[in-house]
């Protein structure tokens, strides 16, 4: 599938899918609670925000790995809550994610435990130049390292979906052949795709947030939710070319 039609199948699959468009709405809700009990300085709305946040945290990952992996076949269904799997999903999700920072976050201690104190010492003998340029490096190491595994980590989730199995989503060899397989090129057109759409989105976004009241919820709970939804199926598309 060429890129415009994962970009235009992706943008219709929330509006193909109506009778079920609201399960999302739902569980955006739960994490509109905390902003509602800060508008209203409620303390009890607070702490139930905050269970209500956790919920979120353990459903709504792994629902939207199901998004990805009905994108990864080439389906338009919309994927049904089921709590029991959700959990399982999103419990997976969160393994995959701390596995593949562990580079990164080794990294920022590395550096921040050798590179730091030396960049410290230019700036205590005024050298400030020298400071600004080691410690300049030392966040550009540590961005880079990020950005890279935080780019693995985001077609290890399509791995993952597409073979139901975290085992094949840790084996970071076959990421990098998916990736390869994609095409370099053709992720770039994809990132360049989904930032215009975001930025489309964001401008309706700072429209919606003005209406007095309910343009905050309309954006947590609608807006993101079907940009949410758009994202993971385009990634689901996008890996459906090499399956």
Avoid: Q
């Amino acid at each position: 599938m060429d890129l415009s039609k994962i970009i235009l199948n992706s943008i219709k699959y929330p509006f193909k899918n109506i009778a079920k468009l609201p399960i999302i709405f739902i569980l955006f809700i739960l994490i509109a609670i905390i902003p509602i009990g800060k508008l209203l300085n409620n303390n009890y709305m607070m702490l139930i925000g905050g269970i209500a946040f956790f919920v979120f945290i353990l459903i709504v990952p792994g629902y939207f790995l199901n998004i990805i992996k009905i994108g990864s076949r080439e389906s338009a269904m919309f994927p049904s809550l089921n709590l029991v799997n959700n959990i399982y999903d999103s419990i997976r999700v969160l393994v995959l994610r701390m596995v593949y920072m562990i580079v990164p976050v080794a990294m920022f201690f590395i550096l921040l435990s050798t590179v730091a104190p030396a960049s410290f010492n230019f700036l205590n003998d005024f050298k400030i130049l020298s400071f600004l340029a080691t410690f300049g490096l030392l966040l550009v190491i540590i961005l880079v390292t990020y950005l890279i595994f935080e780019f693995l980590l985001f077609f290890a989730k399509a791995r993952l979906a597409y073979h139901n199995s975290l085992s094949e989503a840790l084996k970071v060899n076959k990421v990098i052949e998916d990736i390869r397989n994609i095409g370099i090129f053709n992720i770039i057109k994809w990132v360049v795709a989904m930032i215009a759409l975001a930025i489309v989105v964001s401008v309706v976004s700072s429209f919606v947030i003005t209406i007095p009241y309910v343009g905050i919820l309309i954006d947590i709970c609608v807006i993101v939710p079907i940009m949410e939804s758009i994202a993971s199926y385009s990634v689901g598309l996008l890996y459906s070319n090499i399956t």
